[in-house]
């Protein structure tokens, strides 16, 4: 059975420490790969914690200092809105130019598609209809590239909802678009839902993961049923056993640099 790798989204840790120095220590702590966050947009002046605001030059030093330590890029992350008109759109494609190089710079095979700003239930048919066109544009990219759009399981997205994401999948028709799991928002979302049964669904889609704690992912549950749940240990080990050989990427921690040492430790379990 082949092993998980897990990874360290620079998300966790903006505001906190630059991707600069969270590298060396990622690769120190043990962890395979860091997921580089782009950020939004970047304000002169700024510390820079995304890829955002970040010349061509920083950004292949960033892939200098990763391949320096031994660490892989499995994704790298970004925001699109196809659905707010045509000037968003367009940009939203030519941001996805951008960050199909800079995958391609990296080796990531994945880029996180999250952004648009609006609940699966708040979508109308026209949005829908613009919406599906815009990751079958996006899908054009990774073939061009050779990348793959994992849509995150994300609030106030098209694919916040497991029938959500589902349409989006289907209706995009392609292995370039696909799903980035995070089952924290079916707890928030859709707590009648079964954990298990959710990732069963999800899974012959799903090219990368994000796990979010409040406290660890040793002790942390997520709602299952509304008056259950299921621990970190029990959606880990279903996803080992169901063959997933990927990335799972701590997106959320309290006090990062002191409990992503620790972290590492756990989910080297599985």
Request: positive net charge; aromatic residues 10%.
């Amino acid at each position: 059975m082949i092993d998980m790798k897990f990874s360290v989204t620079t998300y966790v840790t903006r505001n906190v420490m630059l991707p600069e120095d969270l590298i060396p220590k990622l690769a120190e702590w043990g962890y395979d790969g860091i997921e580089l966050w782009g950020g939004r947009t970047y304000k002169s002046g700024q510390p820079k914690w995304g890829l955002e605001g970040r010349t061509e030059n920083e950004i292949k030093r960033l892939k200098d200092l990763v391949d320096q330590y031994g660490l892989e890029v499995p994704a790298v992350s970004t925001y699109f809105r196809f659905t707010a008109g045509s000037e968003t759109y367009k940009k939203s494609l030519q941001t996805g130019k951008r960050y199909c190089k800079i995958a391609k710079l990296f080796g990531a095979k994945v880029i996180r598609v999250v952004g648009e700003g609006i609940s699966s239930s708040e979508m109308t048919e026209d949005k829908w209809k613009v919406f599906i066109k815009g990751l079958k544009d996006l899908a054009s990219l990774g073939d061009k590239y050779d990348v793959t759009f994992g849509l995150e399981l994300h609030k106030n997205t098209p694919h916040d909802t497991i029938l959500g994401m589902l349409r989006c999948i289907w209706q995009a028709d392609t292995p370039r678009i696909r799903v980035l799991y995070q089952p924290t928002t079916t707890s928030e979302l859709e707590p009648e839902l079964d954990q298990i049964w959710v990732l069963d669904k999800l899974f012959p889609y799903i090219v990368h993961v994000h796990i979010q704690a409040k406290t660890s992912f040793k002790h942390d549950t997520l709602v299952s049923r509304i008056h259950s749940h299921v621990h970190w240990s029990q959606i880990l080990q279903e996803m080992k056993q169901r063959g997933y050989s990927g990335y799972i990427s701590i997106e959320k921690v309290p006090h990062p640099l002191k409990n992503l040492q620790e972290e590492i430790r756990w989910l080297k379990r599985f």
